[in-house]
Antibody, heavy 121, light 106 residues
Framework: EVQLVVSGGGFLQPGGSLRLSCAASGFTFSSYFMSWLRQTPEKGLEWLAN????????TYADAVKGRCTISRHNAADFVFLQINNLRAEDSAVYYCVRASGSPSGVYFDSWGQGTLVTVSS | EIVMTQSPVTLSVSPGQSAIVSCRASQSIGRELAWYQQRPGQAPRLLIYAASTRATGIPARFSGGGSGTEFTLAISSLQSGDFGVYYCQQYYYWYSFGQGTKLEIK
């Protein structure tokens, strides 16, 4: 069974940094793209970032580009997300997601449980 | 940006009946479309990809169709676990989701 367990999140201050970790199990981690998405009542579901199987390429949504880094540690089956210079609009439920498809476009085939991030002073 | 528009916003259906959710893309996306179900308090779950291919473990009661800019998700013989919010998502050019269709019990 695919499991994606996220840690990190909680209450953070504007201008601070968010670092989320996602522990993957139940599949061959190094064979899959991995992604981070987030969800708010106002904006709905929003894709943030993808990372290629070997970590050699990353892509980012415009909303977080320049503030965000996705990385992975294949030896330990972890994927990470860091967002710097947090803003109130970064408040959301963040999901770690396994992705399938092709390098030109992926769909999101397994989702972790989500972690709530609140950015407020 | 490709905008995905779903209709209706809310769909009230009785158990045992069928439901159809529509999704329109602001430009052609071929068949690079996925559907997800989200039950209250849970993460989304992949139902359909490539417009009509069911994901692993998804029953045949769920079927997807369409291409280009118009897509549908049909659910037959609705069961209690089918009620929730359904989202379409395009992966033709970057990634964007519809606003969701809430399927509720009538």
């Amino acid at each position: 069974e695919v499991q994606l367990v996220v840690s990190g999140g909680g209450f953070l201050q504007p201008g601070g940094s968010l670092r989320l970790s996602c522990a993957a199990s139940g599949f061959t981690f190094s064979s899959y793209f991995m992604s981070w998405l987030r969800q708010t009542p106002e904006k709905g579901l929003e894709w943030l970032a993808n990372i290629k199987q070997d970590g050699s390429a990353q892509t980012y949504a415009d909303a977080v580009k320049g503030r965000c880094t996705i990385s992975r540690h294949n030896a330990a089956d972890f994927v990470f997300l860091q967002i710097n210079n947090l803003r109130a609009e970064d408040s959301a439920v963040y999901y770690c997601v396994r992705a399938s498809g092709s390098p030109s476009g992926v769909y999101f085939d397994s989702w972790g449980q989500g972690t709530l991030v609140t950015v407020s002073s | 940006e490709i905008v995905m528009t779903q209709s209706p916003v809310t769909l009230s259906v009785s158990p045992g009946q069928s439901a159809i959710v529509s999704c329109r893309a602001s430009q052609s996306i071929g068949r690079e479309l996925a559907w997800y179900q989200q039950r209250p308090g849970q993460a989304p779950r992949l139902l359909i990809y490539a417009a009509s291919t069911r994901a692993t473990g998804i029953p045949a009661r769920f079927s997807g169709g369409g291409s280009g800019t118009e897509f549908t998700l049909a659910i037959s013989s609705l069961q209690s676990g089918d009620f929730g919010v359904y989202y379409c998502q395009q992966y033709y050019y970057w990634y964007s989701f519809g606003q969701g269709t809430k399927l509720e019990i009538k």
